[in-house]
């Protein structure tokens, strides 16, 4: 019966070849444009950590002076190096690590590369652990490396690639700005997107390459990168930043359950106290704890054009769709006749419908199709733009499926109603008036 | 003219008509709001930077021994004579950051030391005597700074910048009265203020989000070198010699001392991809609107030519009868061109109202502005010219209509 219905719209179809062409186009369109942007917006609001992310949270305290307070303010989005390392000596949560980032020079070994800038992060021991850091060679550093400013440095498997041919480099020696640093572990794949435990150097940013203890970077004088925020009479100098009135540091822990959560807002809120106590914060305790995805949306990492875009999109298709109703309704009661006859000749109401249906649906699909090479072709011109997120612009099996899913729906709503028009006509009338 | 009998036709084919109605009034809404987005990121991208761009360019230099940056300051004045003696090169000077660069370094300016409120939160452009020959910006206002006020600067002292220029804009908001010369600004320093000894014709500060537009255009200028990892150098090419002198000016750097690192891909950029890079999210979105604006237009103005196309077939036999009882080609012209006009009119006072809705909507949900009657005017006269441009075809086929059809059977 189907195979039947399929080769009554293919007659149909065919019969009319540019009004087919127009709906098949229009729905092609409005699908492409949708998912080419749902995609987009799909990656870019994409949990980084799947499965982790809900018990990492990232703590905000305020210790600004009096100078634009007002009510609801939001605290500063890092934090300084005195409360930074108090709240990291603390050790009130599972995991905490205290980070910045920063570009270092890098002189390669081989005469055959030329010295460049690497991307670094510099951190402290519980970072790896705490996010799940694959390793491919070596590891991590302790917290006895942090305490005794060691110059050990873990690199990015893309640099290990790059500088001993993606060999085991562990015990091998790389010179950043100067200095001799020994590599003690190479990552693995890893590539967390968003950027999310460091917004500062791009939200969709690649990965670092080198990762330095914090206190070693301190040690040698190595530039921090990024935003650094002073209040005040304070100066954003690199080498006095441990005492100036700035915030330059990200600071994340991992608190596993709600209850220790809240132990640790209370805290933050105790500590705040104590140091406004103390006339060291001169506002009101302010904190707030996000966890990762709450970070990511408060931090608006997902551009607004983006979102903007998606709507743009949605608007596009429903047009596209309303097109697409207007001329199957057209094209359906064009040939009312024909249907009365085939009422005449005894075909139920609902066999008609079927069949209308079919045709509809058989437009969908094409149109789906044709939607899904464009959202295609749409997602490859997003990637040759120059922005840092174009890179990620991939279609996955999720959005193929959801495509499709999109596109039969739509046309099967699209065929609805004239489907539903055409087929109550009643035969005696159609017949008449022929 | 014969509203009635049309009146009469359309409840005929209600379904189509209110069909053809939504779809200019959803066209009408959309298109008109895209407008009203190019509309904005064109002004924003065609603002003026105040920087004379052309044979204009930036160096992004990195000093490779970081750890000393306290004793670069003799190295970027022997850098800068070398860049000023080039042939393709007229000016030169060094800084921090400079005006559409996205990044830089910008400070709360306050009247008074206690003043808890900003100003406005400038940009801080370290400069010296050759700056507003080499960027093109007129000094409106007081002196320029003399070579002898640039010294060495560290973030590490906290003692007031002694003298500043500012901008055009920055003067007006801080010295209302127009006399900005002699007064003084606390820029860096609670302690004491700043003294303006210049006032600069419009610059644009390197700030180029779409939140910070207020203080788009203040800029504070302080003559001094700035001792940090990363020196700019903005160089004013001799005219026509753009290239040579990008060429020559990073030879000239290099010849001078090697310890620096300048990006083999943007280490050198053109002020024409400075202003490229800073608005190419705002170039984007308007291509965007624009593409589907037009392609919208395409596809409801195809379903409206399909939709007239099929009432035309269905009524042979009615206009046959009208043409054979006297009615003309112009009776019959005018009767489908009425009908899409009254169609058209019924979706463009929809789409209006759905228009405002939407922009109301982006108001509160993408801090937009609201939307201005003049785009709504425009869009709708496109959507009307559109569908009489449409419905044109199929109603001239059915003018050429015979009044021999009335005597054919369907």
Redesign the interface.
């Known amino acids: 019966m189907l195979s039947y219905y399929f080769r009554m719209a293919m007659h149909s179809l065919k019969r009319n070849k540019a ?1 087919t062409g ?1 709906m098949v186009l ?1 729905i092609a ?1 409005g699908i492409g ?1 949708s998912m080419t942007t749902l995609t987009v917006l799909h990656v870019l609001s994409g949990d980084p950590l799947p499965g982790r992310s809900g018990s990492l949270y990232y703590p905000q305290i305020d210790p600004r002076d ?4 007002g009510p609801n303010v939001e605290p500063p989005d890092q934090l300084s190096w005195i409360d930074g390392m108090y709240l990291l000596k603390a050790k009130r949560a599972t995991r905490q690590a205290l980070m910045t980032g920063g ?1 270092v ?1 890098l002189q390669p070994a081989q005469s055959s590369i ?4 690497a991307m670094a992060l510099y951190t402290s021991a519980d970072f790896f652990p705490m996010f799940e850091v694959p390793f491919q060679y070596g590891n991590a550093w302790g917290s006895a490396e942090d305490d005794s400013k060691a110059r050990v440095v873990v690199i990015s498997a893309n640099l290990n690639d790059k500088l001993f041919g993606g060999q085991n480099s562990v015990g091998k020696t790389l010179r950043l ?2 200095t001799a640093f020994r590599i003690i572990g190479v990552l693995g794949a890893w590539h967390p997107q968003p950027h999310f435990y460091q917004v500062y150097m791009g939200s969709y940013a690649d990965e670092e390459d080198v990762f330095i203890p914090l206190s070693a970077s301190r040690d ?4 921090h990168a990024g935003e650094t925020d002073c209040w ?2 304070g ?6 930043l441990e005492h100036a009135p700035c915030v330059w540091l990200q600071f994340w822990v991992q608190l596993g359950t709600a209850q220790q959560a809240a132990a640790y807002k209370d805290f933050l809120v105790h500590y705040s106290q104590e140091q406004h106590a103390a006339g060291r914060f001169l506002r009101p305790p302010n904190v707030r704890l996000r966890n990762v995805m709450q970070w990511l949306d408060y931090q608006q990492v997902v ?3 983006t ?3 998606v709507w ?2 949605l ?2 298709l ?3 769709l ?2 697409t ?3 199957m ?3 359906f ?2 040939h009312a006749g024909e249907l009365g006859v085939r009422r005449a000749l005894g075909a139920s109401q609902r066999a008609l419908f079927g069949q209308l249906l079919m045709e509809s649906g058989v437009v969908g699909l094409v149109g789906g199709a044709i939607g899904l090479l464009l959202a295609l072709l749409g997602l490859w011109l997003v990637r040759q ?3 840092d997120y174009a890179k990620l612009a991939h279609m996955d099996t999720r959005m193929l499926l959801a495509t499709f899913g999109l596109a039969v729906c739509a046309s099967l709503l699209a065929g609805l ?1 004239p489907a539903w ?1 055409a087929c109550r006509i009643a035969p005696a009338l159609q017949l008449k ?2 | 003219m014969q509203i009635k009998p049309i009146l009469t036709a359309m409840r005929h ?1 209600k ?2 008509t209110i ?2 109605a ?2 200019i009034a ?2 009408l ?2 298109v008109c709001n ?1 407008l009203f ?1 190019i509309q904005q990121r064109v002004t924003r991208v065609m603002r003026p930077s105040g920087v004379e761009e052309a044979n204009l360019f930036a160096i992004d230099n ?1 000093w ?4 000393s940056v306290q004793n670069v300051g003799a190295q970027i004045r022997a850098d800068l004579t070398a860049l000023r003696q080039l042939g393709s090169v007229q000016d030169a000077y060094a800084t921090n950051s400079f005006p559409l660069r996205g990044w830089g ?1 910008d400070n ?1 300016v306050r009247l008074r030391p206690d003043q ?3 100003t406005s939160d400038s940009a801080i452009f370290f400069t010296d005597d050759h700056t507003l020959a080499t960027l093109g910006v007129k000094l409106i206002e007081g002196r320029n700074f003399t070579s002898s006020e640039a010294h060495d600067v ?5 003692a007031a910048w002694p003298e500043i220029i500012i901008s055009k804009d920055l003067a007006k908001k801080t010295f209302p009265d127009g006399h900005a010369v002699g007064k003084p600004l606390y820029v ?4 004491s203020p700043s003294v303006v000894v210049g006032v600069t014709d419009t610059l644009q500060s390197h700030m180029t989000d779409s939140d910070i537009t207020p203080f788009a255009y203040d800029a504070v200028l302080v003559p001094g070198y700035l001792l ?2 990363m020196t700019r150098y903005v160089i004013r090419a001799r005219p026509g010699q753009l290239q040579a002198a990008m060429r020559d000016a990073k030879r000239a750097l290099v010849t001078q001392s090697r310890m620096r ?1 300048i ?2 891909k943007d280490g050198v950029r053109t002020f024409a991809q400075v202003r490229a ?1 800073a608005y ?2 705002d170039y ?2 308007a291509m ?2 624009g593409i ?1 604006s037009v ?2 237009l395409a ?2 103005a ?2 409206i030519v ?2 007239t196309s ?2 035309v ?2 009524r042979r036999k009615q206009i046959g009868i009208r043409r054979a009882l006297g009615a003309t080609r112009a009776d019959i012209l005018s009767y489908f061109l009425t009908e899409n006009a009254m169609i058209g009119g019924c979706g463009v006072i929809v789409g209006i109202l759905l228009a405002l809705g939407i922009n109301l909507w ?1 108001v509160m949900r ?2 937009m502005a609201h939307l201005s009657g003049l785009y709504v005017l425009i869009a709708a006269a496109i959507l009307l010219l559109l569908g009489q441009g449409a419905v044109l075809a199929p109603a001239l086929r059915a003018s050429r209509v015979s009044p021999v059809e009335a005597t054919r059977p ?1």
């Open positions: 009004l127009l229009a369109m444009a009096m100078a634009d307070y570009m020079p030329y010295p460049f800038h700005q100067e040698q004088h190595m530039d005040g009479n100066g954003g100098d690199n080498n006095t551009p607004s054009d979102r903007l875009q743009l999109a608007g596009f429903m047009v596209c309303v097109n109703v207007g001329l309704l057209s094209k009661m064009r733009q120059p922005t109603l028009r008036a022929n | 084919h379904a189509g069909l053809i939504f779809q959803l066209t809404a959309i895209a987005i990195q490779a021994d970081s750890a370094w709360y808890v409120h900003r560290s973030i590490k002292t906290l860096n320093s609670d302690a940090q990892g690192i990006d083999p890079k190419e999210r984007g979105m965007l609107m589907v392609v919208l596809i409801t195809a379903g399909g939709l099929f009432w077939g269905q982006m993408f801090e369907a």
